[in-house]
């Protein structure tokens, strides 16, 4: 692989980086402007009965997800 070559590679994947990130920098102010998804019970925040275990498996699970999301942009990005 010639030199030209090899910084075209390298600056696609920077772009590609760029884009995801950009992403994910856009999706997470869309998220923090948007009021929280309606449950069946008080918000966590309001409610003593939700144990410190089970916001943690919440929160763990939203991250997850995140992952998710941004991984499946990262490949359209690249795609």
């Known amino acids: 692989m010639s030199s030209s070559e090899k ?3 390298n600056t696609d994947s920077n772009q590609s980086l ?7 920098l856009l999706r ?3 998220v923090q402007k ?7 019970h008080l918000s966590s925040s309001s409610d003593p009965s939700e144990s410190d ?6 929160k763990a699970k939203e991250r997850k997800q995140a992952i998710l999301r941004l ?3 990262l490949k359209e990005a690249e795609g």
């Open 53 to 58: 275990a089970q916001k943690w498996k919440r």
């Open 34 to 40: 948007q009021p929280p998804p309606p449950t069946h």
């Open 7 to 9: 910084e075209q590679s």
């Open 18 to 24: 760029k884009v995801a990130i950009a992403m994910a």
């Open 71 to 73: 991984k499946e942009d």
């Open 28 to 30: 997470s102010k869309l």
